[in-house]
């Protein structure tokens, strides 16, 4: 018991400041690991690997030489596999710490401009939902959505009023069955065809502007509303998660909510960022 006192205390008289450092740099990026995992498919295939890695040593003890040979050759070619699974989480998680690292001016900086375009939208989405007209409405953030446009859509490039927005959506007419893209003060392209969601756990109620709007919110930070075709139900899709039953002034309060407070985040310093981190951790502790 001495021995194992004195080597703790050994080990915590001889680190040093970049030890610190590392420690919660490490800290950190399994955070945010877990924050993106979480209440997603990755979390129940992460629970798999572990429940892997804590029979291992348990077949091993017990001398279960099958169980073992087969999850320790599982683990050799685990790495690969890991990469091949996880592969929508990996590349969510790497445009999550390029948006992070890298933001820019993609964001509205004026706020009367945004209040601008935030009320033409919410206005026409209010009367579609009026009409039950359905509507697939992007507003794009610090993710650049030009390959969903380049594939599929129809440049427009104009002013947002709602009621091009409004007449965009009418039925049968070219665009109508797409997403509309919006960025900055301008309706960019309409007719966007979006990647419909791999999530198997939403409503099955749910349509497929529902489903398009989820899986554009998982891959990239941009707002997308939806309005119902059958029920005329607003709702609002944002960082994988979707919200149902908005009215008109409770969408334009979130959503110039959200985006005001992605643009003040945006101009804070990394060492801001990181007290502010550090003060997080230290509140849980």
């Known amino acids: 018991m001495l021995d194992i006192l004195n080597m703790i205390i050994h080990s915590i008289s001889n680190i040093s400041l970049w030890s610190v450092v590392d420690i919660l740099v490490v800290s950190y990026i399994f955070y945010k690991a877990y924050m993106l995992m979480r209440e997603t498919r990755a979390e129940q295939l992460f629970r798999g ?161 529902h489903r398009a709007a989820l899986g554009l919110s998982e891959n990239s930070d941009a707002l997308i509303i939806v309005v119902s075709e059958e029920t005329g139900t607003i709702s609002l899709a944002v960082n994988g998660r979707l919200t149902r039953n908005f009215d008109k002034d409770k969408l334009k309060n979130i959503l110039i909510k959200i985006m005001q407070k992605r643009r003040e985040k945006k101009v804070k310093s990394v060492e801001e960022r990181v007290k502010t981190w550090i003060k997080t951790v230290r509140r849980k502790v």
């Open 49 to 209: 690997i572990l429940l892997i890695f804590a029979l291992i040593p348990i077949s091993y003890i017990l001398k279960l030489d099958m169980l073992y040979f087969i999850l320790s050759k599982t683990i050799t070619i685990g790495v690969l596999s890991i990469i091949i699974i996880f592969q929508p989480e990996i590349r969510r998680a790497l445009e999550h710490i390029g948006r992070s690292a890298f933001d820019d001016v993609h964001l509205i900086e004026d706020d009367k401009i945004l209040e601008r375009v935030i009320t033409e939208v919410t206005n026409a989405v209010e009367n579609l939902s009026e009409t039950k007209t359905g509507a697939l409405i992007v507003i794009e953030q610090s993710t650049r959505l030009g390959e969903v446009i380049s594939n599929n859509g129809t440049i427009l490039d104009a002013k947002v009023t709602s009621g091009l927005l409004e007449n965009i959506f009418v039925v049968n007419t070219p665009l109508h069955d797409g997403a509309t893209i919006i960025r900055n003060d301008r309706i960019l392209a309409s007719g966007c065809v979006l990647p419909l969601t791999n999530n198997t756990s939403i409503n099955k109620k749910l349509g497929t502007r």
